[in-house]
């Protein structure tokens, strides 16, 4: 199979089987064609050659890049994710809506098995749990579409293909909108899809947690590898090795067989064996150096000063207007420290690194800034900033206008901005290419304090290596928000926990948060079961209420027709037990047949009519509610 977009060439001579129920994380360099492969999958795109093959009933469940501003709740519009779900729902609204004579009785009883075999009564109640996992509040669940920020309509279409129970799931980097518990309980979720997954991530405790094969697109080729994401390195460090030493001692070959050419060429008696040298050095199938693709190699200057302390708060408290986020915060920030924050959705991390960076003023309280501070602030909502008409040198000139072009077009370099890319407009750059270019402006500033909030959005594998190494190494201090564990894990020393209302220091490693997390999501879980109980007891007592007039209203109405129904029963047993003494009459010799047989015509026809009337009769009774 071969794969182009435009005349750009992507996959070439590619072979790849996934089998049913497989978990596979595709992975590659940002503009490889992973996007392009699963527009492939879905029949966006075609292949150039050769076949791409997905069983024709399956169902493919991928997540929308574009929510329209809508006015139905945030839960409806996760339930149209389920679209036989939906198709059900809508037929029986008009089933149920019909004339007496139009009702298709049959029709409603065969939906309403298949909604039952599809789960359907409590779609509601997964929907719900999808919205909770990803970060929503109870009391957003009827909130507006409309109402909700880019990133979080990002989730909300995220939800929507979770519910779809899909055949095949294509995730694109479903991580990027999401914060460190919300990425958590959807590695969980993964786990027990039973489908067949192919998801496209650069967060490799993510991949490690819920795939089960990797594909690895690289050079224009698929490579199909077992087991999660650290074994996939740990084999393809073997191949590589594997290979180098094969290139080195074809090498050797090579140069063994050149010398002998070299040597004995223009002997005559040595001529032909030369020849036959020459001829298989141009039949040698060549090996190809291994190496590992890195083009990133940058690290953060020493910075110029670092004053002691750097900041501090004290007794501060941070929101927006009248709203208060976060109280009587005292934070003192040295030289040196490398702080973490932690805490659930919303508790107020980016307020903090807000508040830190000087973008948030103090409602209450005092910030003292120690003199030289040099903040570098990165930030997803920093990178509308950037000039889209204008160069990544043209961005660093405007930054440094007295520095040689040379030197920043070597900087550049460092981050993979290379030859026309270096003066190409920005406006078509991908998201990664745009947090590398702002990453790259923020290390030339040499701040003393880093404030970063989910620097590793959008960047690849390779970049998040890089950064890693980089903040490995920096030497000022720095404070992280972030989903990507790896880097919380190697970079950070300490972590501070943002909860309630407070940001105070955790006693404890990433995994000591993560049970942290399971617990408090344990304890409102089930103080959610307590609350909904209630809420279902007062319903409850609602609803005999106020169907008590209702079903006294039944009653009158169900009384006459039980009368009836008896009344036939009486008339029917009497007319079949006059059909059995009439047949006993027309066998004895001597009767009158022909009266006798005009009777008995005549009570087939009443029992006739009287059945009909009966099943009326029940149908209206069991319409009424009788069992």
Known sequence: ????????????????????????????????????????????????????????????????????????????????????????????????????????????????????????????????????????????FTRPVSHFSGGWRMRLNLAQALISRSDLLLLDEPTNHLDLDAVVWLEQWLTGYSGTMLLISHDRDFLDGCVTHIVHLHAQSLTLYTGNYTAFEEQRATQLAMQQAMYAKQQREIAHLE?????????????????????????????????????????FPEPARAPDPLLVLDHVCAGYGARTVLEHLKLTLRPGARIGLLGPNGAGKSTLIKLLAGELEPLSGTRTDGRGLAIGYFAQHQLEQLRPEESPLWHMLHQEPRAREQVLRDYLGGFDFRGPMADAAIAPFSGGEKSRLALALLVRRRPNLLLLDEPTNHLDLEMRHALMRALAGYEGSLVLVSHDRALLRTVCDEFLLVADGRAAPFDGDLEDYLAWLTARRGTRAAANVVQERVADKAGRRQSRAESKSERQAQLARRRPLAKEAERIERDLAAWQEEQRALALKLAEAGTDAAACALRSAEIAQFIDAAEHRWLEVHAELEALGEA
């Open 1 to 140: 199979m071969a794969l182009a977009r435009g005349s750009r060439r992507l996959i070439e001579h590619a072979s790849l089987q996934i089998n049913p129920g497989w978990r596979v994380g595709v992975i590659g360099a940002n503009g490889s064609g992973k996007s392009s492969l699963f527009a492939l999958l879905r029949g966006e795109l075609h292949a150039d050659h050769g076949d791409c093959e997905v069983p024709a009933r399956w169902t493919i469940a991928s997540v929308a890049q574009e929510t329209p501003a809508l006015a139905m709740s945030a839960l409806e519009y996760v339930l149209d994710g389920d679209a036989e779900l939906r198709h059900i729902e809508r037929e029986l609204a008009v089933l149920e809506q019909a004339s007496d004579a139009a009702h298709d009785g049959h029709r409603v009883g065969e939906l309403h098995a298949r909604l039952s075999e599809i789960d359907g009564y409590s779609a509601a109640a997964r929907a719900a749990t999808l919205l909770s996992g990803l970060g929503f509040a109870d009391d957003e």
């Open 259 to 299: 010398r002998f050419v070299e040597r004995f060429r223009a002997k005559a008696s040595k001529a032909r064996q030369a020849q036959s040298r020459l001829k298989a050095l141009d039949r040698m199938e060549r090996i190809s150096a291994a190496h590992v693709d890195a083009p990133f190699d940058f690290e």
